[in-house]
């Protein structure tokens, strides 16, 4: 790899992460990422510590220099297919809630009986990425097709939303961007739409599915997450993305190189700790603790290494693929040419060489 020096020294990173389980997330709750860049007198912040909207936007189109981000896949893809300059360095499968949900006295009990019924699908009139409308969508498609339905079969009910995905949130050095207010209110159009009869079914994913759940008393027409066939779960969180912007890649392979350490530092820990770690984790997705296991499950502890495994990699290609199909990207990539293996393997190495040095310290 050529290396082509930054004009002026490297002083500042970014970062981003969605509300779910990830190293990364881990990582900044203990410091180390920071600690990392202090000794070399580079800042590193979340991009919610910056009062400009547009910054705050590069979570969805990867536009902000010097950033990382850590989350679900639909809006890096959709940043590549529009030519921007982001690389994929890792991906983790990682279980979690993800339903179709109806309510008691609805008739609807198993697939086949959505043959004929209203499905909610959200749109977000203001968004680039309508991350939340493919979820949906995907999941109806991907359950419909194991009984043999199609869209054909069902009516997809629009519902128009105008909230934005990233609101007015304070700023904060280290704070995800999507606060325990915004995540309440994600789900908000479709469940209102269930409740006064206006579709007979909804998608739900993510940490507060089972919350809203058991405040339904909803049914589960179809658990996607824990379906024998793991392709039926494919969608936005499955496989999660971690990316970087491409210049900083070229310019200071390095330095992504020791980011990279620290999330797999992070990442072991949770194994190790897996108490600690579900407590971090209710504070990343904005839940009470003890839905934690109903969200992810026990495998949660052993998915947050990221790594380019071929299956893995054929899974964010499935998703990729969707979006074009449906219309969510425009322009079609490889993304075997997308992602960079390299950058993880120095990781690795540098862990070995620092994992003596905090075995000491501890």
């Not at 920071?34 to 969805?60: M, P, Q, T, Y």
Request: charged share 20%; aromatic share 8%; net charge negative.
């Amino acid at each position: 790899m050529t290396i082509t020096p930054f004009s002026k020294p490297l002083d500042q990173l970014w970062y981003t992460r969605c509300p779910v389980p990830t190293a990364s997330g881990i990582a900044i709750h203990h410091g180390w990422i920071h600690e990392e860049f202090a000794k070399d007198g580079i800042a590193v912040s979340s991009l919610r510590a910056s009062a400009d909207r547009s910054v705050r936007e590069s979570h969805f189109d990867h536009r902000q220099a010097n950033s990382f981000r850590q989350g679900g896949n639909a809006p890096p893809i959709w940043s590549r297919s529009q030519g921007q300059d982001v690389v994929v360095l890792g991906l983790t499968w990682l279980p979690q809630y993800q339903s179709i949900l109806a309510l008691p006295g609805s008739g609807i009990k198993a697939l086949g009986d959505l043959k004929g019924k209203r499905l909610a699908l959200p749109r977000r009139v203001n968004e680039k990425i309508d991350f939340w409308r493919a979820s949906a969508l995907q999941g109806y498609l991907q359950a419909l097709a194991l009984e043999g339905l199609t869209e054909r079969d069902v009516t997809l009910v629009d519902l128009p939303v105008e909230e934005p995905y990233i609101g007015e949130v304070s700023q904060s050095g280290s704070g995800p961007l999507f606060d325990a207010h915004q995540f309440a209110r994600s789900a908000r159009a479709e469940t209102f739409a269930l409740i006064r009869g206006e579709v007979d079914a909804i998608y739900h994913y993510g940490a507060a599915g089972p919350a809203l759940q058991s405040y339904l008393g909803a049914h589960v027409v179809l658990d996607i997450n824990h379906h024998a066939d793991q392709k039926v779960a494919i969608n936005n969180g499955t496989p999660n993305v971690l990316t970087v912007s491409g210049e900083l890649l070229r310019k200071q392979p390095a330095i992504v190189a020791r980011y990279l350490a620290q999330v797999l530092r992070a990442a072991r820990w949770a194994r190790a700790h897996r108490q600690e770690t579900a407590a971090i984790v209710a504070r990343e997705v904005s839940v009470a603790e003890e839905w934690v296991p109903e969200a992810f499950d026990e495998s949660l502890y052993e998915n947050l290494e990221p790594s380019l495994r071929p299956d893995l990699v054929s899974a964010l290609e499935s998703r990729k693929d969707f979006l074009l199909r449906h219309g969510f990207i425009q322009k079609d990539f490889s993304v075997a040419d997308w992602s960079d293996p390299g950058p993880l393997a120095e990781a690795h190495k540098l862990l070995r060489q620092l994992e003596p040095e905090q075995a000491r310290a501890a």
